[in-house]
């Protein structure tokens, strides 16, 4: 038992060390994630010591829509170009896209855009659910759209078109998209269960962890509070369109799914993610880390901080990732990640060499960057690693 909660029965493994990994995370599953279930994966130093799952319609082996996680992988590949030489981060993003220099959006560079700052959180109208589904035909909306805040001065979360924006930049840049690039970089070398494109052979994996949906407590949140129509969280999450958009809908759909806009259309296990993260937070399959020291601190260094204009919450964003120790104290400077609006967390954090990824099947949209479990299973991942490190002796 812990914090006065109850705790449920969990299925999986951990490694000697992890044992109180496992008991917070079933209390996770008998409290919060009690209705729909959740997977924890947790890689250190490269293995695997905590692969846990439980709750109703989830295995370990089940696909999820995890939403905006798919913006680590967005910035792990920009993050690749940048390390190449490809994209210069202080480059304007209309010297790669012409067409982007429209509505005084001349000056912005790739650096503020990946930093939440360019101004262009929607367009005026609002996307359809077919645009919403293909990166190519947002970013053609948004090449001549008129910023919300003058760019470069102010942020505000880009919740919907960020990955379309960054995609576009590295489509003119390289010919290739972010979703081929993630594919024959990062997902295939690894062998990630993490997808942008879900393949057709896949699909019964997501199919058996049922359809996305919110929480009887969400559905009560929103209907309390709805958001207003002409706000700028309406506009960055397309509810002023006609027909607003359906938020928890989108993982349902087959077209998201495989087309994978990369804002939030990747399906993946948390062991795909916290692979994926391995592979940033240290030597994985005898490989050296993805990113090279002075790369990972230049994303990971705060870009933007202080109120969000678009959430009127205070956080932080590096260069498309999220400096996670702005929200979880436990973690170091060096702790770069993405949540999820499922209530998805993943991160990698090289300073410990661990990687982390907790994901659930029911939406939590009012979580925020993560849902409230993550503050305490972070915790007890962190402590345990800490305590293995020093029986083992290991740095």
Same mark, same amino acid.
């Given at each position: 038992?812990?914090?006065?909660?109850?705790?449920?029965?969990?299925?999986?493994?951990?490694?000697?060390?992890?044992?109180?990994?496992?008991?917070?995370?079933?209390?996770?599953?008998?409290?919060?994630?009690?209705?729909? !279930?959740?997977?924890?994966?947790?890689?250190?130093?490269?293995?695997?010591?905590?692969?846990?799952?439980? !709750?109703?319609?989830?295995?370990?082996?089940?696909?999820?829509?995890?939403?905006?996680?798919?913006?680590?992988?967005? +910035?792990?590949?920009?993050?690749?170009?940048?390390?190449?030489?490809?994209?210069?981060?202080?480059?304007?993003?209309?010297?790669?896209?012409?067409?982007?220099?429209?509505?005084?959006?001349?000056?912005?560079?790739?650096?503020?855009?990946?930093?939440?700052?360019?101004?262009?959180?929607?367009?005026?109208?609002?996307?359809?659910?077919?645009?919403?589904?293909?990166?190519?035909?947002?970013?053609?909306?948004?090449?001549?759209?008129?910023?919300?805040?003058?760019?470069?001065?102010?942020?505000?979360?880009?919740?919907?078109?960020?990955?379309?924006?960054?995609?576009?930049?590295?489509?003119?840049?390289?010919?290739?998209?972010?979703?081929?690039?993630?594919?024959?970089?990062?997902?295939?070398?690894?062998?990630?269960?993490?997808?942008?494109?879900?393949?057709?052979?896949?699909?019964?994996?997501? @199919?058996? +962890?049922?359809?996305?949906?919110?929480?009887? +407590?969400?559905?009560?949140?929103?209907?309390?509070?709805?958001?207003?129509?002409?706000?700028?969280?309406?506009? *960055?999450?397309?509810?002023?369109?006609?027909?607003?958009?359906?938020?928890?809908?989108?993982?349902?759909?087959?077209?998201?799914?495989?087309?994978?806009?990369?804002?939030? !259309?990747?399906?993946?296990?948390?062991?795909?993610?916290?692979?994926?993260?391995? *592979?940033?937070?240290?030597?994985?399959?005898?490989?050296?880390?993805?990113?090279?020291?002075?790369?990972?601190?230049?994303?990971? @260094?705060?870009?933007?901080?202080?109120?969000?204009?678009?959430?009127?919450?205070?956080?932080?964003?590096?260069?498309?990732?999220?400096?996670?120790?702005?929200?979880?104290?436990?973690?170091?400077?060096?702790?770069? !990640?993405?949540?999820?609006?499922?209530?998805?967390?993943?991160?990698?954090?090289?300073?410990?060499?661990?990687?982390?990824?907790?994901?659930? @099947?029911?939406?939590?949209?009012?979580?925020?960057?993560?849902?409230?479990?993550?503050?305490?299973?972070?915790?007890?991942?962190? *402590?345990?690693?800490?305590?293995?490190?020093?029986?083992?002796?290991?740095?």
């Amino acid at each position: 038992m812990s914090d006065g909660h109850v705790q449920a029965q969990v299925h999986g493994t951990v490694e000697p060390g992890f044992e109180s990994v496992r008991e917070e995370f079933a209390t996770v599953v008998a409290n919060e994630a009690r209705d729909g !279930g959740a997977q924890l994966a947790v890689h250190h130093h490269g293995r695997l010591v905590v692969d846990l799952w439980g !709750g109703d319609g989830v295995d370990g082996d089940s696909l999820l829509g995890l939403y905006s996680s798919s913006k680590g992988a967005m +910035a792990l590949v920009t993050a690749l170009l940048v390390q190449d030489g490809v994209l210069d981060l202080d480059r304007e993003v209309a010297s790669w896209w012409p067409e982007f220099a429209a509505e005084g959006k001349e000056r912005l560079t790739l650096r503020h855009l990946l930093a939440h700052r360019s101004g262009v959180i929607g367009a005026d109208g609002g996307l359809s659910p077919d645009e919403l589904a293909d990166d190519r035909a947002v970013a053609a909306r948004l090449a001549g759209q008129r910023p919300f805040w003058e760019p470069g001065t102010a942020h505000g979360y880009h919740a919907l078109v960020i990955g379309a924006l960054v995609g576009e930049v590295v489509l003119r840049a390289t010919g290739r998209t972010i979703q081929e690039l993630f594919e024959e970089r990062v997902r295939a070398p690894y062998a990630l269960d993490y997808y942008l494109g879900l393949p057709e052979e896949l699909e019964p994996r997501f @199919r058996t +962890a049922l359809p996305m949906r919110p929480t009887p +407590a969400e559905q009560a949140l929103l209907a309390e509070d709805p958001i207003a129509p002409d706000s700028l969280m309406a506009i *960055a999450f397309n509810f002023h369109a006609d027909p607003p958009f359906d938020i928890v809908g989108y993982a349902n759909s087959r077209t998201v799914r495989a087309r994978a806009p990369i804002s939030g !259309g990747g399906v993946g296990s948390a062991r795909g993610l916290s692979r994926m993260y391995a *592979a940033i937070a240290g030597e994985l399959d005898g490989r050296a880390p993805l990113l090279k020291p002075d790369t990972l601190a230049e994303v990971a @260094r705060v870009h933007s901080s202080g109120q969000d204009l678009v959430t009127g919450a205070t956080n932080a964003f590096g260069l498309g990732f999220v400096p996670l120790a702005t929200r979880h104290p436990a973690l170091s400077h060096l702790a770069v !990640g993405h949540s999820g609006a499922p209530g998805s967390q993943a991160f990698a954090d090289p300073a410990t060499g661990l990687a982390y990824s907790y994901a659930r @099947r029911r939406f939590a949209f009012a979580a925020g960057p993560g849902a409230v479990e993550n503050d305490r299973l972070i915790p007890a991942v962190v *402590a345990a690693a800490a305590r293995r490190n020093e029986t083992s002796g290991a740095a």
